[in-house]
């Protein structure tokens, strides 16, 4: 089982981690982080992808065919960790060496798009002090390891309990 999680949990992060190292270094050649989001997005449930194989190995190889839901989200769980995991050190990795100013660039960029597209004053300061906690937030290596599980674990957990859900057999 050890093996079978760390196998899909490696194989989901790696993918993962690939499109994100790409796309970010597309957003910064073209100047456009528009439309990045719903892509990552998009990219981390088909990494995910990974955690029902994962599952469905387990059952059918190592299980006799049979799964409960319990067990069935654990391995999902374990699997996801393992990829969120990956997916947050090339965070850290591609943030502190190669683009440590994405956060205001980003926030540049999305203020600009706000006022092109004639947001209202109070629609922009929200978005400003929320780009401000942001970066107090990325200040520190903790909050940027934070907001990053805080943006790929939430889809694993899913995805496992979807998996979980769908697989489990008696």
Do not use: H
């Not at 050190?89 to 190669?98: A, M, N, R, V």
């Amino acid at each position: 089982m050890k093996k079978l999680i760390l196998t899909n949990g490696l194989i989901a992060g790696v993918l993962i981690s690939v499109f994100t190292v790409c796309s970010i270094a597309y957003c910064y050649a073209s100047g456009n982080f528009e439309g990045n989001m719903v892509l990552g997005y998009a990219a981390m449930i088909l990494s995910f992808s990974f955690v029902f194989v994962g599952v469905k190995k387990f059952r059918d190889e190592q299980n006799d065919g049979t799964l409960t839901f319990g067990k069935g989200f654990i391995t999902g769980l374990y699997i996801s960790l393992i990829a969120s995991s990956i997916y947050v050190l090339t965070w850290l990795i591609d943030y502190y060496f190669f683009i440590p100013d994405f956060l205001e660039k980003f926030s540049q960029q999305s203020l600009t798009k706000m006022k092109g597209s004639g947001a209202s004053t109070s629609e922009i300061s929200a978005a400003i002090e929320q780009m401000e906690g942001y970066k107090k937030m990325y200040a520190s290596p903790l909050g940027v390891i934070f907001l990053t599980y805080m943006e790929i674990l939430p889809v694993g957990l899913v995805v496992s309990l979807i998996s979980a859900l769908i697989l489990k057999r008696k």
